[in-house]
């Protein structure tokens, strides 16, 4: 019964032993993440001096549906035509998805605009 | 946003603002201009939440509120954001001046207990414990696929930071989800769509496998396919994840904001899809997609929510009909179909559906929603934007109709794509 006793502490101790060991054993791994690479940066272009008298396109992504952007807009171009009625708004919403392009669009503000807004995200 | 901003500004010299709500300004100003989109575009942010207010809290908004990045009056900010002049870093031109954050090959050398850790604190991982990926481990894997593991299989343009997709890279994360060697050309095929879905709603991901490589791997396709009963399913859903939050580089509050986030996102639903109990004349999705079938595909879905019928068909509520139900409750315009075989042969054999595309139709057809703005009805759904998969084990009429759009009205990374390419 002793003996049996002293052979059950022992292979425990043994156990014991060899976990530690191999816990404390250093290793090596591979990494998962590549490395971010930032984006060369673009300058903004030159701002405009006044929006006295010029064409604000106000561009609705679709984020949040009819009562998001469309309802901010709205009360933008309230305050516009109250604080400042010489600044002309056009309100227009993206085709399709915010993630595709827009090139039809961005095109008209370019020729009947002059700056613009575009959201709203969230 | 940010593109179009970008696009006006440089392509037609139009002075653009950005719009936000404040909950994603901090990414717009951050990583989006670091490694996306390089413009020190100037935004504005309105008070949280703008989506669902009413008219009278919009005018606040616009009239009283205050602009979330300057704390100037919003209006007052809108015209200095057109209007003030440039600073001298809105005008520089060139690389970036900060440097790249580094990334070193390995990691270590360490103790496991300390590495399993530091995976933790670099949250490289879903926080269950993974397999430590040495380079042994990754080395076997490998012998998965017969590609060199420095091929580049895509580069993330999405959340940015021009991030490689490697081989090597793919088989890292598949030896840290505990994925077999045989799983693979699996991960592979589905590293072309990572990362996955991320919005400030609760998006969420189905995986689907459909073909030989099912039977191969031993994918489960039938009772608790849907739950945590089998190593390829779980393992290769785990990889998802993992591979998305590492070589995708999704972290918590810095490229993904997602409010409520999804527990999809642990597993991201990965079902294999009963072929064989199809009822004659209904096709295998993968074949549905153009495939043929003896390939193995893998297809991966966007979506939010599903519902579960709960219970078994009843006589007196026909499922087409409980399913058009249910679907009046999604709002994306998509939907995706899971049922059980049994509920596919009801379909079929009780009331008539020949085909799947036959019971898309009819639901693009009766499926009806109230928009309670105009009192209109109107019918959101086409044929093709309503899915159909057979899967389970055929021990109860049950189905769940979920919101997962699939391929052929994908959103972000969905899609379907070839497993065998991948071997």
Same mark, same amino acid.
């Given at each position: 019964?002793?003996?049996?006793?002293?052979?059950?502490?022992?292979?425990?101790?043994?156990?014991?032993?060899?976990?530690?060991?191999?816990?404390?054993?250093?290793?090596?791994?591979?990494?998962?993440?590549?490395?971010?690479?930032?984006?060369?940066?673009?300058?903004?272009? !030159?701002? @405009?001096?006044?929006?006295?008298?010029?064409?604000?396109?106000?561009?609705? /992504? *679709?984020?949040? &549906?009819?009562?998001?952007?469309?309802?901010?807009?709205?009360?933008?171009?309230?305050?516009?035509?109250?604080?400042?009625?010489?600044?002309?708004?056009?309100?227009?919403?993206?085709?399709?998805?915010?993630?595709?392009?827009? !090139?039809? @669009?961005?095109?008209?503000?370019?020729?009947?605009?002059?700056?613009?807004? /575009? *959201?709203?995200? &969230? | 946003?940010?593109?179009?901003?970008?696009?006006?500004?440089?392509?037609?010299?139009?002075?653009?603002?950005?719009?936000?709500?404040?909950?994603?300004?901090?990414?717009?100003?951050?990583?989006?201009?670091?490694?996306?989109?390089?413009?020190?575009?100037?935004?504005?942010?309105?008070?949280?939440?703008?989506?669902?207010?009413?008219?009278?809290?919009?005018?606040?908004?616009?009239?009283?509120?205050?602009?979330?990045?300057?704390?100037?009056?919003?209006?007052?900010?809108?015209?200095?954001?057109?209007?003030?002049?440039?600073?001298?870093?809105?005008?520089?031109?060139?690389?970036?001046?900060?440097?790249?954050?580094?990334?070193?090959?390995?990691?270590?050398?360490?103790?496991?207990?300390?590495?399993?850790?530091?995976?933790?604190?670099?949250?490289?991982?879903?926080?269950?414990?993974?397999?430590?990926?040495?380079?042994?481990?990754?080395?076997?894997?490998?012998?998965?696929?017969?590609?060199?593991?420095?091929?580049?299989?895509?580069?993330?343009?999405?959340?940015?930071?021009?991030?490689?997709?490697?081989?090597?890279?793919?088989?890292?994360?598949?030896?840290?989800?505990?994925?077999?060697?045989?799983?693979?050309?699996?991960?592979?095929?589905?590293?072309?769509?990572?990362?996955?879905?991320?919005?400030?709603?609760?998006?969420?991901?189905?995986?689907?496998?459909?073909?030989?490589?099912?039977?191969?791997?031993?994918?489960?396709?039938?009772?608790?396919?849907?739950?945590?009963?089998?190593?390829?399913?779980?393992?290769?859903?785990?990889?998802?994840?993992?591979?998305?939050?590492?070589?995708?580089?999704?972290?918590?509050?810095?490229?993904?904001?997602?409010?409520?986030?999804?527990?999809?996102?642990?597993?991201?639903?990965?079902?294999?899809?009963?072929?064989?109990?199809?009822?004659?004349?209904?096709?295998?999705?993968?074949?549905?997609?153009?495939?043929?079938?003896?390939?193995?595909?893998?297809?991966?879905?966007?979506?939010?929510?599903?519902?579960?019928?709960?219970?078994?068909?009843?006589?007196?509520?026909?499922?087409?009909?409980?399913?058009?139900?249910?679907?009046?409750?999604?709002?994306?315009?998509?939907?995706?179909?899971?049922?059980?075989?049994?509920?596919?042969?009801?379909?079929?054999?009780?009331?008539?559906?020949?085909?799947?595309?036959?019971?898309?139709?009819?639901?693009?057809?009766?499926?009806?929603?109230?928009?309670?703005?105009?009192?209109?009805?109107?019918?959101?759904?086409?044929?093709?934007?309503?899915?159909?998969?057979?899967?389970?084990?055929?021990?109860?009429?049950?189905?769940?109709?979920?919101?997962?759009?699939?391929?052929?009205?994908?959103?972000?990374?969905?899609?379907?794509?070839?497993?065998?390419?991948?071997?």
């Amino acid at each position: 019964m002793t003996g049996k006793r002293c052979s059950a502490f022992l292979a425990i101790f043994l156990i014991a032993v060899c976990s530690a060991a191999y816990s404390a054993e250093k290793i090596r791994v591979l990494n998962p993440t590549p490395p971010n690479r930032m984006v060369d940066r673009v300058p903004l272009t !030159p701002r @405009l001096d006044s929006l006295e008298g010029k064409t604000i396109f106000l561009v609705d /992504i *679709g984020w949040g &549906g009819e009562n998001a952007a469309p309802s901010v807009y709205e009360e933008m171009k309230a305050w516009f035509a109250q604080n400042m009625p010489s600044v002309k708004i056009e309100v227009r919403k993206v085709k399709g998805s915010y993630m595709q392009e827009q !090139p039809e @669009l961005l095109k008209e503000i370019s020729e009947k605009g002059d700056a613009a807004l /575009i *959201g709203i995200a &969230g | 946003m940010s593109r179009n901003c970008k696009q006006l500004e440089q392509q037609y010299g139009i002075p653009a603002v950005g719009s936000s709500a404040s909950n994603i300004i901090k990414y717009a100003h951050g990583h989006d201009f670091l490694y996306t989109n390089g413009s020190p575009i100037r935004y504005i942010a309105f008070p949280f939440p703008v989506a669902g207010q009413p008219q009278s809290v919009h005018h606040k908004y616009v009239f009283e509120s205050r602009d979330v990045v300057s704390g100037k009056p919003m209006m007052q900010a809108f015209i200095d954001a057109l209007t003030a002049p440039l600073t001298a870093s809105e005008k520089y031109k060139g690389p970036a001046p900060d440097p790249d954050p580094a990334e070193s090959r390995f990691l270590g050398p360490d103790t496991e207990e300390n590495l399993q850790r530091l995976f933790k604190e670099l949250d490289y991982t879903d926080y269950l414990p993974i397999i430590l990926p040495t380079e042994e481990r990754v080395a076997d894997m490998l012998k998965g696929t017969s590609r060199r593991p420095d091929e580049v299989i895509k580069v993330l343009d999405w959340p940015g930071g021009r991030r490689e997709v490697t081989v090597e890279r793919v088989a890292i994360c598949a030896v840290m989800a505990g994925a077999k060697v045989e799983y693979l050309p699996v991960i592979l095929a589905l590293a072309n769509h990572i990362p996955f879905g991320n919005s400030t709603s609760s998006m969420a991901n189905m995986i689907l496998v459909n073909g030989p490589i099912r039977e191969e791997i031993g994918m489960n396709s039938g009772h608790n396919v849907m739950g945590p009963h089998n190593e390829a399913n779980a393992t290769i859903g785990r990889a998802y994840t993992i591979m998305s939050k590492t070589i995708g580089g999704l972290h918590n509050k810095l490229t993904t904001w997602s409010t409520l986030g999804s527990t999809m996102q642990y597993n991201n639903v990965c079902i294999a899809e009963n072929e064989e109990a199809m009822p004659p004349g209904w096709k295998p999705f993968h074949v549905q997609a153009g495939f043929k079938p003896n390939e193995s595909v893998i297809t991966v879905a966007t979506g939010w929510s599903y519902i579960s019928s709960v219970t078994e068909a009843k006589r007196e509520y026909p499922v087409h009909m409980w399913m058009a139900d249910y679907m009046k409750a999604l709002t994306m315009g998509s939907a995706t179909i899971i049922m059980d075989p049994t509920v596919a042969e009801l379909l079929k054999d009780t009331y008539g559906f020949a085909s799947k595309e036959q019971l898309g139709k009819w639901f693009a057809e009766n499926v009806e929603k109230t928009n309670y703005a105009s009192g209109q009805k109107v019918k959101p759904f086409r044929e093709a934007s309503v899915n159909i998969i057979v899967t389970g084990g055929g021990g109860q009429t049950t189905w769940f109709v979920t919101d997962f759009m699939m391929s052929r009205n994908m959103v972000l990374a969905g899609g379907s794509t070839s497993i065998d390419d991948w071997r």
